[in-house]
């Protein structure tokens, strides 16, 4: 069974590496072209290029480019069963959000895209990270889309001024997750407690706090449970 995993585990980081060095190719090669983030909001603003969004529903609810399309190529599985529920608990402690929270490839992403952006449209696709646009790049680019361009640093990048949004979050927040989210732990929030001083470092460190009451809790209650689970045992 280990074996098995560790298997798969291997295929998938074989298969990504593959992936990243057509994406370089994609990109060395012309066939995408690349822009900063305030680059590609000068291209929005002066020659009103469309932008395609391909990140997962929990992503664009927190933040936007105003007036972006949206077609995710994942998306989050939002089944609830107990053969997904210790994953969905792992990854949300773990931090694995886009295709590391439980996603599924939309088979219809081309589809949705052609209905709502012609071929011949000077494209800028967008994602949080980059593995995700790019992804969307290469599939677009083989179905006949030649005018392509990718946010480089893309959206987790992109400074308020850069790029015109909506939403309640500024667009670098929108793609964290998890635990992290929660304590405030991740680069872009430290600069942010940097900026508007102790007030926010008060209410993370009121959330570790938290944190540490509910986890001494549980394992308090964990252990009541196995007693009386024992206790049911021995009678």
Aim: neutral net charge.
């Amino acid at each position: 069974m280990q074996a098995g995993g560790e298997d798969y585990e291997l295929k998938q980081m074989r298969d990504m590496a593959a992936a990243k060095k057509r994406w370089d190719a994609m990109i060395r090669e012309g066939k995408v072209k690349i822009l900063s983030p305030r680059e590609a909001g000068y291209a929005i603003q002066l020659s009103n290029k469309p932008v395609l969004d391909v990140r997962q529903s929990k992503e664009r609810e927190k933040a936007w480019v105003k007036g972006s399309t949206w077609v995710p190529i994942f998306d989050v599985d939002d089944k609830f069963d107990v053969a997904t529920l210790s994953r969905k608990v792992t990854n949300f402690m773990m931090e694995y959000i886009l295709y590391l929270s439980l996603t599924f490839f939309d088979r219809q992403f081309l589809s949705k895209v052609e209905e709502k952006l012609p071929k011949d449209a000077e494209l800028i696709v967008a994602c949080q990270k980059g593995l995700r646009s790019l992804a969307a790049c290469e599939l677009l680019y083989n179905a006949g889309y030649r005018n392509l361009f990718w946010i480089q640093g893309v959206l987790e990048a992109a400074e308020e001024e850069d790029l015109a949004r909506e939403g309640t979050q500024p667009l670098k927040f929108a793609g964290i997750g998890g635990l992290s989210e929660f304590l405030g732990w991740t680069d872009q929030q430290r600069a942010q407690a940097a900026r508007e001083g102790w007030g926010y470092r008060l209410l993370n460190s009121a959330c570790l706090v938290g944190v540490f009451v509910v986890a001494d809790a549980l394992f308090i209650g964990a252990q009541q449970v196995g007693r009386y689970l024992q206790d049911i045992r021995s009678h």
